[in-house]
């Protein structure tokens, strides 16, 4: 009962302070409320602000700030300083050496500060945290032409079938070929899309493990050249614009010069990524 009142309420506090990912600002909570099963995280809740935490799977001495958000009518009050400092304080109980303002992958909801959101940029480095990478997103937009008939045929004379849907055999693909993130990421995708030759999985795209976001993707080293990566790609903005977003944003790019070619996205989003020592 009271898991359930709780998540509501952040869903309603990120819903007003995230100003930027109003849309799907719901649907993040939900996500980060549910991420790998090994995943160790947290979400502290006071005074009208809410943030969550967990520990990077790769590297336990890492810990990530997930998601910050601080009412509207409660901000400006040292709110968000307090919540920044319990999960520090969190991430240290849990043995985390660094804590960054960074994206946890699979299982995150910006890969940094979007420098829009200037208080929150300038809250992390007056707590001493320090800027240490970039990076951004890119987006389409959905009102381009995203046919893929004439690719469909021309692939399907070289034996190629392209298909949709999450399957075991395609998320052992996506594990296999590039490692366990991007395989949950997979599995919980939206809307997934492949490739199939002589029953063998050659390429995927995948949408809505980040909600509303398109990605990852990729294809089989001895299966580039032939197209692929565009044709799905299409296809999961295709699907996307049925599900009825007007633009798409590839998260966490990535070749630029590929998704600029495919579908004329352009950088937008950029996000800031901090870190500091936990001393
Ligand atoms: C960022 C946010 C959490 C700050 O919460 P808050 O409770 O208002 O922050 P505090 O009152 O604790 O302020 C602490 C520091 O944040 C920074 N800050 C807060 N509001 C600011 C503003 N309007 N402009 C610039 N800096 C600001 C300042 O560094 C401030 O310390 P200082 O005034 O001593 O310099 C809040 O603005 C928010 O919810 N923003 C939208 C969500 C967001 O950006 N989340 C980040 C994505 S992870």
């Known amino acids: 009962m009271r898991q359930a009142w709780e998540a509501a309420w952040a869903c309603e506090v990120a819903e007003a302070a995230l100003t930027y990912d ?16 090994a995943r160790r995280w947290t979400s502290i809740e006071l005074d009208g602000g809410v943030v969550f935490a967990s520990l990077s799977g790769v590297d336990p001495s890492v810990g990530h700030v997930d998601l910050l958000a601080v009412h509207p009518e ?13 999960a520090e304080d969190w991430l240290r109980a849990q043995g985390a050496r660094e804590a960054r303002f960074a994206g946890n992958p699979p ?51 070289r034996g190629v079938s ?5 399957t075991e055999q395609v998320v052992a693909f996506v594990r296999e070929q590039w490692n366990d993130a991007w395989a949950w990421e997979a599995a919980n995708a939206a809307g997934l899309h492949y490739a199939m030759r002589d029953g063998q ?11 509303a976001w398109f990605g990852p993707m990729g294809t089989r080293p001895d299966a580039t050249g032939l ?10 903005l295709a ?6 977003q007007a633009t798409a944003q590839i998260g966490w790019v990535g070749p630029k010069r590929f998704y600029s070619r495919a ?15 936990l001393g």
Do not use: K
């Not at 699907?239 to 009825?244: F, H, I, L, M, Y």
């Open 239 to 244: 699907e996307q614009r049925v599900a009825g």
């Open 227 to 236: 197209g692929l990566g565009r044709v799905l790609l299409r296809r999961c």
């Open 263 to 277: 579908v004329g996205a352009r950088v937008e989003r950029v996000f800031w990524l901090y870190r500091r020592e």
């Open 22 to 37: 109003a849309p799907e600002a719901a649907a993040i909570v939900r996500r980060l409320a549910a991420p790998p099963a």
């Open 74 to 86: 409660r901000q400006g009050r040292g709110t968000g300083r307090r919540l920044v400092r319990a």
């Open 162 to 166: 392209v298909h949709a849907g999450v």
């Open 201 to 211: 999985v050659l390429a995927f795209a995948a949408w809505g493990a980040r909600p």
């Open 107 to 157: 299982c995150y909801a910006w890969p940094g500060i979007d420098v829009r959101y200037t208080p929150a940029a300038c809250l992390a480095e007056s707590l001493g945290y320090e800027h240490y990478r970039t990076a951004w997103n890119m987006t389409a937009d959905l009102a381009a032409d995203l046919d893929v008939a004439a690719d469909l045929e021309r692939l399907a004379g």
